[in-house]
T-cell receptor, first 116, second 109 residues
Framework: DGGITQSPKYLFRKEGQNVTLSCEQN?????MYWYRQDPGQGLRLIYY???????QKGDIAEGYSVSREKKESFPLTVTSAQKNPTAFYLC???????????????FGPGTRLTVL | GEDVEQSLFLSVREGDSSVINCTYT??????LYWYKQEPGAGLQLLTY?????DMKQDQRLTVLLNKKDKHLSLRIADTQTGDSAIYFC?????????FGSGTKLNVKP
């Protein structure tokens, strides 16, 4: 089965600690994305990557870092510099060459991060 | 960038039709999408429409696109309690995606 997996589903962190959220896809997609979702709000783009070893900041990149060493993997690190990290984090991927439905994004199940 | 707007809430009775609206600002948008998010889950693609189409029907779902007014709508016929979720409109422009803030649909039995 092709898809995107995120782990863990729930994550608890003490203030001042860095934490890394995993995102893996086996859809052979070139592009991958990280979004943050706060209660009752839409999605805000944190980082995205169109190709291996390259990534760009989104709208709210401060306090986050990413790497893209493999096509299948795009881990997100939430650093202690992120002032309000408690949120629901969603990873997505898409093909960069458009098909019949364009470059639709496929989403993982999300990770809920809570800072204690 | 693109501004994509949706109303926050919609409440309907089971069996009625639901209409969720979305407006956007960039006329060069190519594909427009509707996603569904159930509580605590990721987003699931429901349907999409290409910008040169006016309407697309897929079982209980009908998408209408008014390019002149930059208005997109999703109609769900015979709405069921299982349709209760948050619905996101998304607009693709030059390989960038822009999401609306989501409309929470509440279906009352």
């Amino acid at each position: 089965d092709g898809g995107i997996t995120q782990s863990p589903k729930y994550l608890f962190r003490k203030e001042g600690q860095n934490v890394t959220l995993s995102c893996e896809q086996n859809l052979n997609h070139d592009a991958m994305y990280w979004y943050r979702q706060d209660p009752g709000q839409g999605l805000r783009l944190i980082y995205y990557s169109q190709i291996v070893n390259d990534f760009q900041k989104g709208d709210i990149a401060e306090g986050y870092s990413v790497s893209r060493e493999k096509k299948e993997s795009f881990p997100l690190t939430v650093t202690s510099a992120q002032k309000n990290p408690t949120a629901f984090y969603l990873c997505a991927s898409s093909a960069t060459s458009g098909g019949a439905s364009g470059n639709e994004q496929f989403f993982g199940p999300g990770t809920r991060l809570t800072v204690l | 960038g693109e501004d994509v707007e949706q109303s926050l809430f919609l409440s309907v009775r089971e069996g009625d039709s639901s209409v969720i609206n979305c407006t956007y600002t960039d006329s060069s948008s190519t594909y427009l999408y509707w996603y569904k998010q159930e509580p605590g889950a990721g987003l699931q693609l429901l349907t999409y429409i290409f910008s040169n189409m006016d309407m697309k029907q897929d079982q209980r779902l009908t998408v209408l696109l008014n390019k002149k007014d930059k208005h997109l709508s999703l109609r769900i016929a015979d709405t069921q309690t299982g349709d209760s979720a948050i619905y996101f409109c998304a607009v693709a422009t030059f390989n960038k995606f822009y999401f609306g803030s989501g409309t929470k649909l509440n279906v009352k039995p």
